[in-house]
């Protein structure tokens, strides 16, 4: 009895280590579909002893139309959908398919004359009695995709996804809030405080325009938006005449910048202690921001307001990729009180009023891109990482101009060019 126990193990050992994808009978019951003893062509079918009986389920999602342990109608085994037409397991399904795909029907032969009982145990021993019971039981070959058509029909549900995205964009833009009229006030003040203040309105290009053309690496000197003093071929020494030049555009675009936060009444009213680590926090990264505005992809040009040449490769970093999200003048002047009323600057003192106007000033930009609807993906979030690019930037020039202030001599620094960047943290 020992003996006969023994040898159950080893099949029961055997049989649940079956997988139901493979088309080829397991080794050790190639002799017969149903244990070791041969049996004539002209004996009976028998299912095997329940005592060896194993249940290879495949676990996963299971259709709400589907009765609870529902069985395949090929094998018996736990069923998990309609496939070609009929209730099947997963491995009746793949078995299915991969017969019809690589037509491998006409080869499948039985040993016992094509009457084998099929089962979840004896399903892998007989490939011609298994497709047939899924014939009989009316699984539809012609359900099955060729690969042009298997290709045809992948295309065409990425193409319904991406209609079923854009449908959920237009419903969200038509649900998202757009500006209060408390909201379209703050973004009219800031943005008269950005056109009054930025030297690329109408008045400043009809008395000076200067375009850069890109191109020539030996006129290259300095890198707007992203880097700062070109070394020269030493790799230490800052280009003197390269600074002097920097210092003359610099010098008016922080008056600029200082004259747009005097425009704002939340500004002005913070404490002057306050007003200054906003302003020397924000200088460059605002400037930052307005010279990579003005970068036009298309002709590869940079308006500046003077006379400083700089490299492509440069430029193109220095546009931090702006140029996509097509800013208009409110947007700009929004991202930059956004940029100036940063409450985590080190030494103020009205940190949770910085705090209440930069929320201010971040829920009307929100609404006002829901306004604008654009038409790029996730706008705002993308948009929110270029004022996270932009704070790298600023703290990045900090550190140059500890290097510069060791390299060029003081009577280069313009005082307000001292002023804004002496004594900031890197």
Same mark, same amino acid.
């Given at each position: 009895?020992s003996?006969?126990?023994?040898?159950?193990?080893?099949?029961?050992h055997?049989?649940?280590g079956?997988?139901d994808?493979?088309?080829?009978?397991? +080794?050790l019951?190639?002799?017969?579909?149903?244990g070791?003893?041969?049996?004539?062509?002209s004996?009976?079918? &028998?299912?095997?002893?329940s005592?060896?009986?194993v249940s290879?389920?495949?676990a996963?999602?299971?259709?709400?139309y589907?009765?609870?342990?529902?069985p395949?109608?090929?094998?018996?085994?736990?069923?998990?959908?309609?496939?070609?037409?009929c209730?099947?397991?997963e491995?009746?399904?793949?078995?299915?398919?991969?017969?019809?795909?690589?037509?491998?029907h006409?080869?499948?032969?039985?040993?016992?004359?094509?009457?084998c009982?099929?089962d979840?145990?004896?399903?892998n021993q007989?490939q011609?009695?298994r497709?047939?019971?899924?014939?009989?039981?009316?699984?539809a070959?012609?359900?099955v995709l060729?690969?042009?058509?298997?290709? +045809?029909k992948?295309r &065409?549900?990425?193409?319904?996804?991406?209609?079923r995205?854009?449908?959920? #964009?237009?419903?969200?833009?038509q649900t998202?809030?757009e500006?209060?009229?408390?909201?379209?006030?703050?973004?009219r003040?800031?943005?008269?405080?950005?056109?009054?203040?930025?030297a690329?309105?109408?008045s400043?290009?009809?008395?000076r325009?200067?375009m850069?053309h890109?191109?020539?690496?030996?006129?290259a000197?300095?890198?707007i938006g992203?880097g700062?003093?070109?070394?020269?071929?030493?790799?230490?020494?800052?280009d003197?005449e390269?600074?002097?030049?920097f210092t003359?555009? #610099?010098?008016?675009?922080?008056?600029r910048v200082?004259?747009?936060?005097k425009?704002l009444? #939340?500004f002005?009213?913070l404490?002057c202690?306050?007003?200054?680590?906003?302003?020397?926090?924000c200088c460059?990264e605002i400037?930052?921001?307005?010279a990579?505005v003005?970068?036009?992809?298309?002709s590869?040009t940079?308006?500046? !307001?003077?006379?400083m040449a700089?490299k492509?490769?440069q430029?193109?970093n220095?546009g931090l990729?702006l140029?996509?999200?097509?800013l208009d003048?409110?947007?700009?002047?929004?991202?930059?009180?956004v940029l100036?009323?940063? !409450?985590d600057?080190?030494g103020?003192?009205?940190?949770?009023k910085?705090?209440?106007?930069?929320e201010?000033?971040?829920?009307a930009?929100?609404?006002?891109?829901?306004?604008?609807?654009h038409?790029?993906?996730?706008?705002?979030?993308k948009?929110?990482?270029?004022?996270?690019?932009?704070?790298?930037?600023?703290a990045?020039?900090?550190s140059?101009? &500890?290097?510069?202030k060791?390299?060029?001599?003081?009577?280069?620094f313009?005082?307000?060019f001292l002023?804004?960047?002496?004594d900031?943290e890197?």
């Amino acid at each position: 009895m020992s003996h006969v126990c023994a040898v159950c193990e080893i099949l029961c050992h055997s049989l649940s280590g079956l997988d139901d994808d493979n088309t080829e009978p397991s +080794a050790l019951l190639c002799l017969h579909p149903f244990g070791s003893a041969a049996r004539s062509p002209s004996a009976s079918p &028998l299912r095997p002893p329940s005592p060896i009986a194993v249940s290879v389920s495949v676990a996963g999602y299971i259709p709400s139309y589907l009765e609870k342990d529902e069985p395949c109608v090929v094998c018996g085994d736990k069923a998990t959908g309609y496939h070609y037409r009929c209730i099947t397991c997963e491995g009746c399904k793949g078995f299915f398919r991969r017969t019809i795909q690589k037509n491998l029907h006409p080869s499948y032969s039985c040993k016992y004359e094509g009457c084998c009982i099929i089962d979840k145990i004896t399903r892998n021993q007989c490939q011609l009695c298994r497709f047939k019971k899924c014939i009989t039981v009316g699984m539809a070959m012609d359900l099955v995709l060729d690969d042009s058509k298997r290709v +045809a029909k992948r295309r &065409l549900i990425e193409q319904n996804r991406e209609k079923r995205k854009k449908e959920e #964009m237009v419903r969200m833009l038509q649900t998202r809030p757009e500006p209060d009229s408390s909201e379209w006030e703050l973004i009219r003040m800031l943005t008269e405080a950005h056109r009054n203040t930025n030297a690329q309105g109408a008045s400043w290009k009809q008395k000076r325009k200067f375009m850069v053309h890109l191109g020539s690496e030996e006129t290259a000197r300095e890198d707007i938006g992203q880097g700062s003093m070109v070394p020269t071929s030493d790799g230490d020494k800052v280009d003197l005449e390269a600074f002097s030049e920097f210092t003359k555009i #610099m010098t008016p675009a922080i008056t600029r910048v200082v004259d747009f936060a005097k425009k704002l009444p #939340m500004f002005s009213e913070l404490p002057c202690e306050d007003q200054i680590i906003l302003l020397k926090g924000c200088c460059m990264e605002i400037m930052s921001l307005r010279a990579a505005v003005r970068y036009d992809p298309e002709s590869e040009t940079l308006t500046l !307001s003077g006379e400083m040449a700089v490299k492509r490769e440069q430029l193109k970093n220095g546009g931090l990729g702006l140029a996509q999200f097509n800013l208009d003048d409110t947007e700009v002047a929004l991202m930059q009180g956004v940029l100036l009323m940063s !409450s985590d600057r080190s030494g103020l003192t009205s940190v949770e009023k910085i705090e209440q106007v930069q929320e201010a000033f971040l829920l009307a930009f929100e609404h006002y891109i829901n306004y604008r609807k654009h038409n790029i993906p996730h706008f705002w979030p993308k948009l929110l990482m270029k004022v996270t690019d932009l704070r790298m930037i600023g703290a990045c020039h900090a550190s140059r101009f &500890l290097h510069m202030k060791v390299e060029c001599p003081n009577e280069l620094f313009p005082p307000l060019f001292l002023e804004v960047f002496e004594d900031q943290e890197v």
